[in-house]
Antibody, heavy 118, light 109 residues
């Protein structure tokens, strides 16, 4: 069955960096675009970024453009989200999700919590 | 960016009730509208795509409608497992980011 497992979250200080990973299994990973979505504590969902199946295009929300970088390694069935210059407002659960027909987000991981605090 | 606005922000209902949640886009998105359900501490679940098509395995008591800028999600007879927060999201291809509505929390009356 399709599984997406995020990792790499934790408590970090403002201004530092973090790399989140999303390990996929149960489907042909190299055929699918992957999204990152985040959710601040008690708040709604915020779409963050997308990477195409082959890594050839990437798009970001304006709120993270220039600080976040999405990448993937199809040989390892893994997508990464590099987060630089972390801010308190980046505190959230970060989910990765499998794209569905370039129309929606189908399978989601369980999320990884990033807490930015001094 | 396209803004998505849901109403109400929350509602209280009883098992067996029919409820409707509204989602409005700031510009026309044709039928590129999805609905998700999220329970506390869990990842969202994909319910409806293209405004009115149920994803595989979603109970038929869920339905969606609309096009252009105005959309609705209806649950015909609320079940205990339906108490959750519901989000709309547009997926208008040329309009990244695919923004979400702010969510509608459905609570037990």
């Amino acid at each position: 069955q399709v599984q997406l497992v995020e990792s790499g979250g934790g408590v970090v200080q403002p201004g530092t960096s973090l790399r989140l990973s999303c390990a996929a299994s149960g489907f042909t990973f190299s055929n699918y675009d992957i999204h990152w979505v985040r959710q601040a504590p008690g708040k709604g969902l915020e779409w963050v970024a997308i990477i195409s199946y082959d890594g050839s295009y990437k798009h970001y929300a304006d709120s993270v453009k220039g600080r976040f970088t999405i990448s993937r390694d199809n040989s390892k069935n893994t997508v990464f989200l590099q987060i630089n210059s972390l801010r308190a407002e980046d505190t959230a659960v970060y989910y990765c999700a499998q794209d569905w027909r370039k129309m929606a987000l189908d399978y989601w991981g369980q999320g990884t919590l990033v807490t930015v605090s001094s | 960016d396209i803004q998505m606005t849901q109403s109400p922000s929350s509602l209280s209902a009883s098992v067996g009730d029919r409820i409707t949640i509204t989602c409005r886009a700031s510009q026309s998105i044709s039928s590129y509208l999805n609905w998700y359900q999220q329970k506390p501490g869990k990842a969202p679940k994909f319910l409806i795509y293209a405004a009115s098509s149920l994803q595989s395995g979603v109970p038929s008591r869920f339905s969606g409608s609309g096009s252009g800028t105005d959309f609705t999600l209806t649950i015909s007879s609320l079940q205990p497992e339906d108490f959750a927060t519901y989000y709309c999201q547009h997926s208008y291809t040329t309009a990244i980011p695919w923004t979400f509505g702010q969510g509608t929390k459905v609570e037990i009356k």
